[in-house]
């Protein structure tokens, strides 16, 4: 059973910073792309950015590029995401999944976790 949890979600001002964690456990498959994806209320569930196994292939969205940074530690099985000059766009629950490839389509993910709250205060 893998199971995915994610912490560090918060209330912060407009141009803060924050950084999230994913953590990783059960059995898993080699090589598993490890992704973040937000939700606002009322919106669809919209892909933030995907890592691969190695690092060496990040995918970011548009709107999070050049303000966001992910990371993962292998070893650890944990995964990271480092936000700053965050706005109230960034607001919503944040979720880590897992899956084979990086995909912008969340139905291609095997694993979530149950989310955790951001919101930006302007």
């Known amino acids: 059973q893998v199971h995915l949890a994610e912490s560090g979600g918060r209330l912060v001002s407009a141009g803060g910073s924050l950084t999230l964690s994913c953590a990783v456990s059960?059995?898993?498959?080699?090589?598993?792309?490890v992704a973040w994806f937000r939700q606002a209320p009322g919106k669809e569930r919209e892909f933030v950015v995907a890592?691969?196994?190695?690092?060496?292939?990040?995918d970011y969205s548009e709107s999070v590029k050049d303000r966001f940074h992910i990371s993962r530690d292998n070893a650890e099985k944990m995964a990271s995401l480092q936000m700053k000059n965050l706005n109230s766009e960034d607001s919503g629950i944040y979720y880590c999944?897992?899956?084979?490839?990086?995909?912008?389509?969340?139905?291609?993910?095997?694993?979530w976790g149950q989310g955790t709250q951001v919101t930006v205060s302007s």
């Open positions: 999944a897992v899956g084979r490839y990086a995909y912008v389509d969340a139905k291609k993910y095997d694993y």
């Open positions: 059960g059995y898993i498959y080699n090589n598993y792309v």
């Open positions: 890592i691969d196994w190695s690092g060496d292939r990040i």
